[in-house]
């Protein structure tokens, strides 16, 4: 009788134990009890910025995609310098170019009013980055949620883990391996690049100085390098900021799968972009296919976005629900 209930209560301990995981893991209707209307607050906040700029949508999208691949999906990019740590607003892969931070603002501050200390600011940019791509064209899904918010953030992974603009595939496909995403993700989630706009200095190489060469690149399509020359003339592409170009020359704040043509077309703006394409093998494979069936891609891209929204996500007790994103609890 005695080992009946012992062993009654290892298996009451380890089921118990198995719903405590479970009730950690991301589900898709996280607050339905404690915060219903979570998304439709996300949703106003996102419509809001895009009627004020149209590129704004694409920044968003950024910052979650920024967010995930340094220390996984915990809105660490949100958070200023600190006494104990240096934010990563100024990386090499965010200074002077990841925006929209008040737009978080807004909509944390507004969901604060609402329902107060309970939606993170990780789950407010996985919902922006669905919401982002929806109101540019593209096709929604159910955002998984329960994530927590950092209480640090890590500059220097930021500038390990985020691909550079200058990147080759070797490159890209090591480095999202390395946050656990695969290939075909990679080439997928580059199709981001659907919408939103590029400094100069991120690809100024390619027009005059490809590889040290001290020539352009020649895979970029002859007419498209010329208008490029003229926006980003030699003496201020290494430079100025200011000078901004189209990641889809052709339908810039439309989601869509025009991306994956340009590259064959060769004018893919960065050479991150470009090199799927002019690269033989896997990556070509699917620029090819995507190019050819939207809906194809609309749907590998949900579910990319899905995976990379599940990148070490902070869970149950970890981490905290930040009161505004900019700063964590103590630090206010």
Same mark, same amino acid.
């Given at each position: 009788m005695k080992s009946i209930i012992t062993i009654s209560l290892i298996c009451c301990m380890l089921l118990s134990r198995c719903n405590l995981l479970h009730g950690h893991k991301l589900k898709h209707h996280f607050y339905e009890k404690t915060c219903p209307n979570a998304e439709s607050i996300v949703l106003a906040?996102? &419509?809001?910025?895009?009627?004020?700029?149209?590129?704004l949508p694409a920044s968003l999208l950024r910052l979650h995609f920024h967010d995930c691949f340094v220390q996984g999906c915990d809105a660490s990019v949100l958070l200023d310098d600190a006494a104990n740590f240096t934010g990563e607003k100024?990386?090499?892969?965010?200074n002077g170019s990841a925006r929209g931070f008040e737009v #978080?603002?807004? #909509?944390?501050?507004?969901?604060e009013r609402r329902c107060r200390g309970v939606v993170s600011c990780a789950d407010i940019l996985a919902i922006i980055a669905r919401d982002a791509v929806v109101l540019s064209g593209g096709k929604p899904w159910?955002?998984? %949620? $329960?994530?927590?918010? =950092? %209480?640090?953030?890590? !500059?220097t992974a930021s500038n390990q883990f985020i691909p550079a603009p200058t990147s080759n595939v070797t490159t890209l496909i090591a480095k999202f391996k390395a946050v656990g995403l695969s290939a075909k993700d990679m080439v997928t989630l580059? $199709?981001?690049?659907? #919408?939103?706009?590029? !400094?100069?200095?991120?690809?100024?190489q390619r027009l005059y100085n490809q590889? $040290?060469?001290?020539?352009? /690149?020649?895979? #970029?399509? &002859?007419?498209?390098?010329?208008?490029?020359?003229? *926006?980003?003339p030699q003496a201020a +592409?290494?430079?100025? =900021?200011?000078? *901004? +170009?189209? *990641? /889809? %020359?052709?339908?810039?704040?439309?989601?869509?799968?025009?991306?994956?043509?340009?590259?064959?077309?060769?004018?893919? *703006?960065?050479? =991150? /972009?470009?090199? %799927?394409?002019t690269t033989p093998g896997f990556t070509k494979k699917y620029v090819r296919k995507y190019g050819c069936d939207k809906e194809e891609f609309f749907d590998s891209f949900r579910k990319s976005m899905i995976k990379m929204g599940s990148i070490k996500p902070l869970t149950g007790k970890k981490g905290e629900i930040r009161n505004n994103c900019r700063f964590t609890n103590s630090g206010l």
């Open positions: 906040g996102v &419509k809001k910025a895009q009627q004020q700029e149209a590129r100024t990386s090499n892969p965010n #978080i603002d807004q #909509i944390k501050a507004e969901m159910k955002v998984q %949620l $329960g994530r927590r918010d =950092s %209480l640090t953030a890590n !500059r580059s $199709g981001a690049h659907t #919408i939103g706009q590029a !400094r100069c200095t991120a690809f100024s590889s $040290g060469t001290g020539k352009p /690149d020649p895979t #970029i399509n &002859k007419g498209f390098l010329q208008s490029l020359q003229q *926006l980003c +592409a290494a430079g100025n =900021s200011n000078f *901004l +170009a189209p *990641l /889809d %020359l052709r339908t810039p704040t439309h989601f869509d799968n025009r991306y994956y043509l340009n590259l064959q077309a060769g004018k893919g *703006l960065l050479n =991150s /972009d470009e090199v %799927l394409y």
